[in-house]
Every structure is written in structure tokens, then in C-alpha cells.
């Protein structure tokens, strides 16, 4: 339309050519480790939605993307009023644990055992979880102690597993394959509240 009124248009502007990765390779991944590459992109009008679309992603904890999807559900024992369960799983990587430019799921007056959950459509493997602990330093605080639980068809078995407790970084917890379509994170209080910035699940 522009161009009818007589308007000329830089067509190697972003917006008219076709979206393409521009990134050639990645660096090889150390078996055990997490690992995290950013991806460039040109052409088309950004944000950018990736998916795999030739090929896979390897199975093991170090590449695989996180278990996640449109119908990926999070749910929660409890959430403060101006929190949000969605921080639980909304692909946001926390810059610390008392971050803002990310979503929050937090249980401020609650205290004691509370739980936050991810559930997919469907049962899946899994091997490992991360999750990121909220903490501003006043009502909500790093948990005392935290475990892994996975639904096993009829109740909520226990992950084994070292469940360590750090802040301003994911918290990984690595275990014997489990098949199942719901994970929970349950959080065990000190004298503040808790919550959760993000948690990643793994195949």
C-alpha cells in the first residue's frame, strides 16, 4: 500500500526478509553439566518462537530443553495475592533470587510445608529438575529443606536425591528415570514464608 502511494521501501529492512538462525554452530557440551547457548536470528518481527523442527535433541540432562509446553499446568498449595503460579514455568531465567524483571510465586503469609506442581497432558521421562528459589531478604525466604515428589499413578512418591538449597542459582536435583505426568516441588518453611522464580524438568 505503501509503495502505491509512491512511498519507496527498503526491503533488506528486518520486517521483509524471511526469519532464519544466523548462529552456525555451538560449542560441544560436557556430559553432566548444564548447558546454555543463545541462538541468533534475523528477518520477520521478533520476539521469535524456536522449536526443533529437523533432527532431535540429545536425551541426556546436559542438552536436553526443559520438559516444557503450551499445556504444561503449574499449580500451588498457595499463592500470594500479588504473586503468581505462572512465574512457575513462564521460560524466564531468573537473574537472582530476589529478581524483578521475572514473574514470582510466593506463599507470604503461609509458612510450613507448601508445594508448587507441573503437570503435562500426558506422562513423560524424566531424569532431573532445577528449581530457583524466591527470596527478598524479608517475608519470603530460602526454604529450611525441599524434595522432589512425581506422581506414580495412585500417590506422590519421593525423589532420592541431594536437594541442595542455594541462593541466586538453579538448585539441581538429578535422579533414576521416573515416568510420570505431574512433578512436585515440596518446600519446607523456616520462620518465613517460601516460593519459587522458576522450576525446569528434564528428560
Do not use: C
Amino acid at each position: 500500500m505503501a509503495e502505491n502511494a509512491g512511498w519507496k521501501l527498503n526491503r533488506n529492512l528486518t520486517p521483509f526478509l524471511e526469519p532464519s538462525i544466523t548462529t552456525t554452530s555451538l560449542p560441544q557440551a560436557t556430559p553432566g553439566s548444564a548447558y546454555r547457548q543463545t541462538l541468533a536470528a534475523r528477518g520477520g518481527v521478533p520476539f521469535y518462537d524456536w522449536q526443533v523442527t529437523g533432527g532431535s535433541l540429545r536425551g541426556s540432562p546436559s542438552t536436553a530443553s526443559p520438559a516444557r509446553s503450551p499445556a504444561h499446568t503449574p499449580s500451588a498449595s498457595h499463592t500470594s495475592a500479588w504473586e503468581s503460579v505462572a512465574a512457575l514455568n513462564d521460560g524466564i531465567d531468573p537473574p537472582s533470587s530476589n529478581g524483578t524483571v521475572n514473574r514470582r510465586w510466593g506463599t507470604w503469609p503461609q509458612t510450613g510445608t507448601q508445594w508448587a506442581e507441573l503437570t503435562w497432558p500426558s506422562a513423560r521421562t524424566l531424569r532431573s529438575a532445577e528449581a530457583y528459589f524466591f527470596d527478598d531478604g524479608q517475608g519470603v525466604r530460602l526454604p529450611a529443606s525441599w524434595k522432589l515428589q512425581y506422581w506414580d499413578g495412585s500417590a506422590y512418591a519421593d525423589v532420592p536425591g541431594t536437594h541442595p538449597v542455594a541462593i541466586d542459582r538453579y538448585n539441581r536435583v538429578t535422579f533414576e528415570a521416573v515416568n510420570t505426568a505431574r512433578l512436585r516441588v515440596v518446600l519446607r518453611s523456616g520462620a518465613a514464608s517460601v516460593g519459587l522464580l522458576e522450576v525446569k524438568a528434564y528428560a
